[in-house]
C-alpha cells in the first residue's frame, strides 16, 4: 500500500507541475488592453482630427520619457497620488509611470528653461484607477494635450483652449455637447464668503467636485458630517453652486453684494468676463456654460478651469440631456513650473486635455452600428496569377510595383487558385487585381481587375503603375 | 558657548532643509531623453519613411500595452531577461515593461486565436541596458517592428522582410548598408558537425554572436577558456564564421562533406538558396551578405536570421568600409506563439525591426551639419495688427481663418508691434502675415504680406481663405 501511495503522489506532483505549465494566464494586465487593426483604425481617425486641429492653432510637438523619476510627480496630484504606478527598486534611480502629461510637461520646461512654447503631446498616462472598460476608463490610456506656456494679455490663450475643444468635438460628430467653465479664484473666494476657513478650501473643493455625479443633498452631508462645515456655510455654497449661465450670470454676480467684496472672486469674475468677450468673437458661447459647480480634482489650477461633457438625448421624450461624462477637460496653472525651478521662477501655462478612450469607445459602438465596412489596410492592388508556376513573374511584377511607391500585396503561396486570390480583394476591400498568365506575359501586358465592377482591361507592363495610380486616383 | 551651538545647529539644521528642497534633480531618468520640437519633425520624417513602406506591402497596425504580466516575458530572452523592467508590487498582478514588440505580438497572436496577420507595431520598449545616448544607445527607445504570421509557402514573406529593410534603408539615405543573413539551422547544424556538444549549442551561439564587436581570437578564447569548447572545435568553428559570400558560397556549402551530412544544415542551406533567388528577382542581391558570423542573441528565432548594419567611409583612403552598427535585425520564430497557446499550436512567423534610435542620431548630426531650418509647426498665415485697439478684429479674423482650415496663428497680446509680429514669422518660418488695419477693415480688405518677398497684396476678404490656400499651394 505505501508503495502504491508512494507512486500516485508522485504522478500527482508530476500533475501539479504540468498543471502549473498550463495554467498560464492568457491576458493583459488589468485595465489595459490591445488595439486591433480595425480600433487602430478608428484611434487613428479620432487622432488625425485632433492633430489637425492642433497643428491648426500653430503648435509644435514633444514627447518625454513613459516615466518620471518619482519625486518628480511627488506632491503634484494630491489625494490621487495614491494612483501612481510605480517601477521596483532595481539599483539605481526610483521612477514611476507618468500620470498625465501636464507636470512632464512642466518639468520639460523647467530643465530646457524654456519661458514660451505652445505644444501638444500625445502619449499614454497610467493610473491605478478602478478600469471600467465598457464605458471607456482604463489603467492605460492615451491623452492628448494642448499647452500654452508664457506670459501674456489675460485670456487670451485662455480662449484659444476653449476654441480647440469646441473644434475638436464639432470635428468628430460625437453629439451635443457643452463646456463648463469656472476659476479657480471664483471657487476661493465663493468658499470665503460662505465662511469656509482657509483650511478646508482644498477639501471642500474635492466635495463640489462630486456635483458632476452625486445630488447635493449627499454633497453636503459629506461636507457637514465628514468634514466638520458648519451648516450654514455649506447652506451658502449650495445656493452658488446651483447657478449656471453666461454673460448675465458673470454680471449678477459681480454686483452681488458679498462676492464682489473679495478680491479673489472681483479678479476671477473680471477675467471671466473677458474670456466671455473673446469667446464670442469666436462664435461659441452657444456651448459654453459659466458653473460654480466645476471645480475639477487636479491641484495644480489657479485660474481659469473647464470641462468638456458629451450630452446624450437617451430618447426623445426626455426633456433634459443626460450627461454621458467628460471627454476634456483643462485650466491654468501658472505655478506648476516655478516648482521645478530651482529658483521658483513662473512660467504661466493654460491647457487642454482631451480624454480619447471614452470618444473611442463612442466612435467604436456606432461603427459596429452602422455596419460600415471600414478597411485596415491601404493596399491598392494584389498581384495575382491565372496559371501555375507564375511565382517568379509574380515577385518580378510585385517588386516593380512597390519600387514604384504602389501599395501592392500577394498571396504568399507558390500555386494559389485565381478564386482565392479574388477572394482575398473581396475580404480586405484591395480594389484592384493586376493578374499575370503566359499569354499576357507573350504580349507584354498585365491584366487589370476592377473589382467592384469585374471589369477587366489589358494594361501594357509600362503603363501599369500610371493606371493602378489613375484608378485608385492617387495624387 | 552651549546656546551658540545650539544656534547654529539649528541654523544648520534649517539650512540642510532647505537645501533637501532644492536639491531636487531636475532630470529624465538615466538612459531616457525628451524629443524637442526640432527632435520631433526629424522623428517624424522617419516614421513617415517606415510607415509608408509598410503599408505599401500591406501591413495593418495594431498596439499593445506598454506593460505585460511578468510571466508573459519569462523564458524569452535568456540570458538578457536581467534587462527587464519590473513594475513594484502594488498589489494585484505582477507586470513588467516590454522588452521589445515580438513577445507581446506573439501573446496577441495566441489570445486571439490569430493564425494569420502581417501587421506592424511601432512603439516604444525598455531595457535596463547600459545607456550610450550619443550612439543612440537608450534605455526607452522605439522599435518598428513588421512581421508576417501564417503557414506558407517557404521563404516568400522571409524575402519580403529583407525587402523592406532594403526599400527603407535606401529612402532614409543613410549612406552604404549591408544586410547580413544566416541561419539558425545552418549555426545549429555547423555547431554539431564541428563537434560542439548539443548541450552547449545556445552560449557558443551567443559567443559568436559577439564577433561584429571583438576579434576571433578573443572569441575563440572565451569559447574554450570560460566555456570550456575543445580547441580543435573552436578552431573548426573559425574556420567557418570567417565565410561570407552569395549564392556560390550557398553552393559551395551545399557540397561541403561535413555540412552536407548534417540535416539541419541542409535545410537550412536549401532555404537560404531558394531566399537567394527571391533576393535576386527583386534585384537587390547587392546589399545582402550570407555571413556565418552572424548568430543573433535571442532565444526565439528558428530559422532565416538577418541584420542590417551601416557602412562608413570614414574617408577616401580607407579601403575596407567601418561598420557603424546594427539598425534593422529580425528573422523567423516559428516556436515562439506555441509558447502562449494552451494546446501548443504553433504559428509560424518571420518579421523584421528597425532600430530607430541610431536613424534618429544620424538624421541628426546630418541635420545639424547641413544648417538647414527646420519648421516645428506648419502655420500658414499670422494674423497681425498695424495699429492698436486692433484685438477683437484680429479674433474674428483668425476665428474665420481656423474654421475655414487654416493653419493660423497670433500672438497673445493686445496690441503688438507689427516689427514683433513680422520677426514672428522670420523665426518660425510663417510664410504670410493676413494684417487687419483701420483703413482695410473700411475697404473689407485684408493686407497679405508675403513673409519671403516682402510683397504686400489687398485681397477682399471673402477671397481671404482661397488666396493663402493658393499661395501656400494646399491641395
Same mark, same amino acid.
Request: proline content about 3%.
Given at each position: 500500500? *505505501?508503495?502504491?501511495?508512494?507512486?500516485?503522489?508522485?504522478?500527482k506532483a508530476q500533475l501539479g507541475e504540468d498543471e502549473g505549465k498550463h495554467k498560464f494566464v492568457l491576458k493583459t494586465p488589468k485595465g489595459t488592453r490591445d488595439y486591433g487593426p480595425k480600433q487602430m483604425a478608428i484611434r487613428e481617425r479620432a487622432f488625425s482630427a485632433i492633430i489637425s486641429c492642433f497643428k491648426r492653432h500653430g503648435a509644435e510637438v514633444i514627447d518625454t520619457p513613459v516615466f518620471e523619476l518619482k519625486e518628480t510627480l511627488t506632491g503634484k496630484y494630491g489625494e490621487?497620488?495614491?494612483? #501612481?504606478?510605480?517601477?521596483?527598486?532595481q539599483g539605481g534611480e526610483l521612477l514611476s509611470l507618468r500620470y498625465d502629461l501636464t507636470v512632464p510637461f512642466a518639468r520639460y520646461l523647467a530643465m530646457n528653461k524654456i519661458t514660451n512654447i505652445k505644444r501638444y503631446h500625445i502619449a499614454k498616462v497610467y493610473r491605478r484607477d478602478n478600469p471600467a472598460m465598457t464605458r471607456g476608463r482604463y489603467r492605460e490610456f492615451y491623452q492628448c494635450d494642448f499647452d #500654452? *506656456?508664457?506670459?501674456?494679455?489675460?485670456?487670451?490663450?485662455?480662449?484659444?483652449?476653449?476654441?480647440? +475643444?469646441?473644434?475638436i468635438l464639432s470635428d468628430l460628430q460625437l453629439g451635443d455637447f457643452v463646456i463648463k +467653465? !469656472? =476659476?479657480?479664484? #471664483?471657487?476661493?473666494?465663493?468658499? *470665503?464668503?460662505?465662511?469656509?476657513? =482657509?483650511s478646508k478650501f482644498r477639501t471642500i473643493c474635492s466635495s463640489v467636485d462630486k456635483l458632476d455625479k452625486v445630488p447635493w443633498e449627499e454633497v453636503r452631508s459629506e461636507m457637514v458630517g465628514e468634514k466638520g462645515l458648519s451648516?450654514?456655510?455649506? =447652506?451658502?455654497?449650495?445656493?452658488?453652486?446651483?447657478?449656471?449661465?453666461?454673460?448675465?450670470?458673470?454680471?449678477?454676480?459681480?454686483?452681488?453684494?458679498?462676492?464682489?467684496? !473679495?478680491?479673489?472672486?472681483?479678479?476671477?469674475?473680471?477675467?471671466?468676463?473677458?474670456?466671455?468677450e473673446y469667446l464670442t468673437l469666436f462664435g461659441i458661447t452657444g456651448k459654453i456654460s459659466f458653473d460654480l459647480s466645476l471645480a475639477r480634482g487636479?491641484?495644480?489650477?489657479?485660474?481659469? #478651469?473647464?470641462?468638456?461633457?458629451?450630452?446624450?438625448?437617451e430618447n426623445e421624450h426626455v426633456e433634459e440631456p443626460v450627461s +454621458?461624462?467628460? +471627454?476634456?477637460?483643462?485650466?491654468?496653472? =501658472?505655478?506648476?513650473v516655478g516648482m521645478f525651478d530651482p529658483k521658483g521662477r513662473k512660467v504661466p501655462c493654460v491647457g487642454v486635455s482631451i480624454g480619447i478612450e471614452r470618444i473611442f469607445s463612442i466612435l467604436e459602438q456606432r461603427l459596429e452600428a452602422s455596419e460600415e465596412k471600414i478597411?485596415?489596410?491601404?493596399?491598392?492592388?494584389?498581384?495575382?496569377? *491565372?496559371?501555375?508556376?507564375?511565382l517568379e513573374e509574380r515577385l518580378k511584377l510585385i517588386s516593380e510595383l512597390w519600387d514604384a511607391g504602389i501599395k501592392a500585396e500577394m498571396l504568399y503561396k507558390k500555386n494559389p487558385k485565381l478564386l482565392n486570390q479574388l477572394q482575398y480583394c473581396e475580404d480586405t476591400g484591395i480594389p484592384l487585381v493586376a493578374i499575370v498568365g503566359e499569354q499576357e506575359l507573350k504580349d507584354g501586358v498585365v491584366k487589370l481587375r476592377i473589382v467592384a465592377t469585374r471589369e477587366e482591361v489589358n494594361v501594357r507592363r509600362e503603363s501599369l503603375v500610371e493606371e493602378i495610380r489613375i484608378r485608385t486616383s492617387q495624387c
Open positions: 500500500i *505505501a508503495k502504491e501511495v508512494a507512486k500516485l503522489l508522485e504522478m490621487d497620488s495614491k494612483l #501612481i504606478y510605480d517601477l521596483k527598486d #500654452i *506656456a508664457g506670459q501674456f494679455d489675460p485670456m487670451i490663450p485662455d480662449a484659444e483652449c476653449l476654441k480647440i +475643444v469646441h473644434e +467653465v !469656472n =476659476d479657480r479664484r #471664483i471657487l476661493d473666494g465663493m468658499f *470665503a464668503v460662505c465662511g469656509v476657513p =482657509d451648516p450654514e456655510a455649506a =447652506d451658502r455654497i449650495g445656493e452658488y453652486v446651483q447657478l449656471h449661465g453666461g454673460l448675465d450670470l458673470i454680471e449678477r454676480l459681480l454686483q452681488d453684494p458679498k462676492l464682489s467684496q !473679495n478680491k479673489l472672486a472681483k479678479e476671477g469674475l473680471g477675467d471671466m468676463k473677458l474670456l466671455f487636479l491641484d495644480y489650477y489657479t485660474g481659469v #478651469i473647464f470641462e468638456a461633457v458629451l450630452l446624450h438625448q +454621458v461624462g467628460s +471627454v476634456a477637460g483643462g485650466g491654468r496653472y =501658472d505655478g506648476l478597411r485596415t489596410t491601404e493596399t491598392q492592388v494584389l498581384v495575382a496569377s *491565372a496559371q501555375k508556376k507564375l
